[in-house]
């Protein structure tokens, strides 16, 4: 019968100052408040303790924050404390009373517990409150009357778990396990006009039982909240997702349950009774529902959580948005899924595809097939509810898009089925924005703008509307491609400061490197060691102090030899036969006895030369230039020198 709980604030006495003062000036203060179900103001007694006040159970604590604050009451109400106080460390607001307020609110929050939420707070019909703050902290105290004790809640755990048992719920989906409860609460129960008219009658001697679960399920009597927490207790223990709603112009609660996607309206007390088969107000949509749910039967302007709520605190705003109704009455019967192609628009292409499925199946479709597009995503997925649904899967074009990088820049192709004539060509980096290249009737776009070392997002637009997304990185060097044989071991040779490029954006992987350049990068490959400049024999050696340290200590080392006794020639191509003799000079002059190579071009070579290139063959550092050939006298790349020396870091490991 009764049920919302709607704010009447009985008084607010701020013992500090006058409440408009307090909040802008004081440091500290303090204030009282009574909250009132409005539907039994005119019979609740504020001087009359409530049903355990006899034997008063308290509980304190003190808390870092608000939510604490919330979950410390929320667990206390459940055990039906009298009086709960908790302090808030390091907590102030501008206006305590709506702080408490908004305490209260979020202590009885709808969690899908079903001993909390909905069940805490219509099983109250008053509480008191007081608050106290100072600079540091606030301590709010509430004291609720409940409609039952702590060890009446107990019974009712115990005959709601026989319930479950004997119902043996939950079923075989959501539909079947409500209808089984409900089914068994309207024949079972009735409705307690005796009590009801008892405590009309005598207000001062009110039978607060009547509006519990315990009432419901102990008694078998009650009026409408009876009904709708007993609902409320067993449905959120089988799985049900479900709140208990009121009315304030009917004075009257009962629940609502989501099946699948949306909320439907359930009445045990008005359904009570009747037959099983005569579901008048069970799982009933938003249009009937206004229909059949009022003592003026066609009115449609009755309030309840959805239209004509109470004031707060005794309604969320976000009632009707968390908790969206059906327009139309739940039916457990096959329905009709409609899936309905749409491009990335959402204009409708045809082709749609129809299914006949039971609410609560669960489906995985593939997408109908269109000529020219492809579908977003390959399955559809979801459960089928208990009304005709559409989908509406998206599709693209089928816009093939290849990006590659290319000699200093980055090449986009792309095709299609369909007779676009003109594209669109945008680029973005990283969070930006993107950036419009270029419109175009052909099918392919080199970006030569881009910048090494960046990760590129392309996005190729149809004439059409519809898009397609590719990504690129950039590597160390424009003109070094991850399609080249020396790509991995430039970038090596880059990343360990071995090899500089030739710019800020180019290796020059086909130039050939010289005698200087080629000390330099042995140098580097040793760690810099220290040098003493003044033993350099050599009078043409550049000016650059780096190129003279390398050269002096390669030299040093026994690694490199002038052209003659006072010039080493260092812009002098290196060719393969001196880069491979000055690596196994630095490597020791290991052993090569019994080892042979193929080449057949290495007559005329010195024999540590000839020793040199056996080894290094054998060792995997270098290859010829044919089955039989070495090309001594061959120039060698920058390319082919990175590779040269990444084999021979793997050797030694000396980065």
């Not at 980055?410 to 973005?428: E, G, M, Q």
Request: hydrophobic content about 35%.
């Amino acid at each position: 019968m009764k049920r919302l709980f709607a704010l009447l604030l009985v008084c607010a006495t701020l013992l500090a100052l006058p409440f408009g003062a307090f909040a802008a000036s004081a440091k500290s203060g303090s204030g009282t408040l009574t909250w009132v179900n409005p539907m039994f103001k005119d019979v609740v007694d504020l001087e009359k303790l409530p049903p355990e006040s006899n034997y008063r159970v308290t509980a304190t604590k003190t808390v870092d924050s608000f939510d604490a604050a919330a979950a410390f009451w929320r667990t206390e109400m459940k055990k039906h404390t009298n009086e709960i106080t908790v302090t808030i460390r390091n907590f102030s607001t501008s206006d305590y009373v709506q702080s408490f307020y908004d305490l209260y609110i979020a202590a009885c929050a709808y969690t899908g517990n079903s001993k909390e939420g909905d069940y805490i707070r219509w099983g109250m019909y008053t509480w008191g409150g007081e608050y106290s703050y100072n600079s540091s902290q606030v301590t709010y105290t509430i004291t609720p009357s409940f409609f039952t004790t702590a060890a009446q809640e107990q019974v009712v755990d115990t005959k709601v778990a026989e319930l479950i048992t004997q119902l043996q719920l939950p079923r075989e989906n959501d539909y079947l396990t409500l209808k089984a409860l409900y089914d068994w609460v309207c024949a079972n129960i009735t409705y307690d006009n005796y009590h009801l008219n008892y405590s009309n009658a005598h207000p001062d001697d009110y039978y607060w039982l009547m509006h519990s679960a315990y009432a419901a399920i102990v008694d078998r009597t009650c009026v409408c909240q009876g009904y709708t927490a007993l609902l409320y207790r067993v449905g959120l223990d089988v799985g049900l997702t479900g709140r208990m709603c009121n009315s304030d112009d009917q004075n009257h609660i009962w629940n609502i349950f989501k099946m699948v996607d949306l909320y439907y309206e359930c009445d045990s007390t008005w359904d009570a009774g009747s037959s099983p088969s005569n579901y008048t107000y069970f799982l009933r949509g938003r249009t009937n529902w206004l229909n059949v749910h009022n003592y003026n039967p066609g009115d449609a302007t009755v309030g309840d959580e959805y239209t004509n709520p109470y004031g707060y605190p005794d309604y969320d705003p976000n009632f009707a948005a968390d908790n969206p109704l059906s327009d139309d009455d739940f039916s457990y019967t096959a329905h009709t899924l409609t899936v309905k192609p749409v491009d990335v628009d959402g204009s409708a292409l045809g082709n749609n595809a129809t299914y006949s499925l039971m609410p609560f199946t669960e489906f995985s479709l593939t997408p109908p097939a269109l000529t020219g597009f492809n579908p977003v995503n390959p399955t559809v997925t979801g459960t089928m509810p208990g009304h005709d649904k559409t989908v509406k899967p998206k599709y693209e074009l089928a816009i093939n898009v290849k990006v590659s990088l290319v000699e200093n820049g980055v090449k986009v192709n792309w095709s299609h089925a369909d007779s676009v004539t003109k594209y669109s060509v945008y680029r973005k980096t990283g969070s930006g924005s993107w950036k419009k290249l270029t419109t175009s009737t052909g099918k392919s776009f080199i970006d030569d703008t881009v910048k090494v070392s960046t990760k590129y997002k392309y996005k190729i637009v149809t004439g059409h509307g519809e898009s397609k997304i590719v990504t690129i990185t950039t590597g160390r060097f424009l003109d070094v491609l991850p399609s080249m044989s020396c790509y991995k071991a430039v970038n090596w040779a880059a990343e360990n400061g071995i090899v500089g490029g030739t710019s800020d954006t180019t290796f020059s992987p086909e130039a050939d490197c010289n005698r200087a350049q080629f000390a330099l990068m042995l140098y580097r490959l040793a760690g810099k060691p220290e040098v003493d400049l003044s033993l350099n024999p050599f009078s043409d050696l550049p000016s650059s102090t780096g190129i003279q340290k390398a050269i002096v200590w390669a030299y040093t080392q026994g690694i490199v030899n002038g052209t003659s006794s006072t010039t080493y020639s260092p812009s002098d191509n290196i060719t393969r036969s001196q880069l491979i003799l000055m690596l196994y000079k630095m490597a020791g002059k290991p052993d090569v006895t019994g080892l042979t190579c193929p080449f057949k071009d290495l007559t005329g070579l010195t024999a540590n030369t000839r020793k040199a290139i056996i080894w290094a063959y054998n060792n995997g550092i270098v290859s010829g230039t044919g089955a039989t050939t070495f090309g001594p006298q061959n120039n060698c790349t920058r390319g082919q020198l990175a590779i040269i020396l990444f084999r021979y870091n793997k050797l030694f490991n000396f980065v």
